[in-house]
């Protein structure tokens, strides 16, 4: 079966780190893309970070640069997003999204998602 | 950053109508936007890729159209299953931004 499925999540104080993890299955995992997208309670999607299907090109959103580090073992169809620095702007539920293409280029679109991990921070 | 606008944020509309919503970009992205759909507690769906491409599985009623900064979602009739959070999302640059969300609901 075609899927992602996230851990990791939990209640963190602010200023901590936390390390989600997706697991996929299904699909060749080395061959695309994948992303984290987050959504704050009762808000819209922000995409966070992407990483190319070689893990050689990386992408962040601002709001995470030199705080976020998103990273992947395609030995074991895995992808990872390793958060330091944590503070309540980011309590939000973390997606693991996987994109069409090998990479952010041409056109590309997210064509399957995980179900989600919550990720709370709060003191 | 590209920023992608919808409208309107809400609507409530009847089973049977046709829903019409729109998404302006703040710079030309040619045909690089996509359209999820999100129920509550659930994860996106794809619902629309490249502006107007009917990703598979997805029911003919959705459709969509634009290039350039002005893009539109349509739902010919929309049914019962349809209540939701529709977002569009531009894939021209990283980030890939999204909108703001449009919620339909039930009137």
């Known amino acids: 079966e075609v899927q992602l499925l996230e851990s990791g999540g939990g209640l963190v104080q602010p200023g901590g780190s936390l390390r989600l993890s997706c697991a996929a299955s299904?699909?060749?995992?080395?061959?695309?893309?994948m992303s984290w997208v987050r959504q704050a309670p009762g808000k819209g999607l922000e995409w966070v970070s992407g990483?190319?299907?070689?893990?050689?090109?990386?992408y962040y959103a601002d709001s995470v640069k030199g705080r976020f580090t998103i990273s992947r073992d395609n030995s074991k169809n895995m992808l990872y997003l390793q958060m330091n620095s944590l503070s309540a702007e980011d309590t939000a539920v973390y997606y693991c999204a996987k994109c069409s293409n090998g990479d952010y280029v041409y056109y590309w679109y997210f064509d399957l998602w995980g179900r989600g991990t919550l990720v709370t921070v709060s003191s | 950053d590209i920023q992608l606008t919808q409208s309107p944020s809400s609507l409530s509309a009847s089973v049977g109508d046709r829903v019409t919503i729109t998404c302006r970009t703040s710079?030309?992205?040619?045909?690089?936007l996509n359209w999820y759909q999100q129920k509550p507690r659930k994860a996106p769906k794809l619902l629309i890729y490249a502006a107007s491409s009917l990703q598979s599985g997805v029911p003919s009623r959705f459709s969509g159209s634009g290039s350039g900064t002005d893009f539109t979602l349509t739902i010919s009739s929309l049914q019962p299953e349809d209540f939701a959070t529709y977002y569009c999302?531009?894939?021209?640059?990283?980030?890939?931004?999204f909108g703001q969300g449009t919620k339909v609901d039930i009137k």
């Open positions: 710079q030309s992205i040619s045909s690089y």
């Open positions: 990483l190319s299907g070689s893990g050689g090109s990386t």
């Open positions: 999302q531009q894939s021209y640059s990283t980030p890939g931004t």
């Open positions: 299904g699909f060749t995992f080395s061959s695309y893309a």
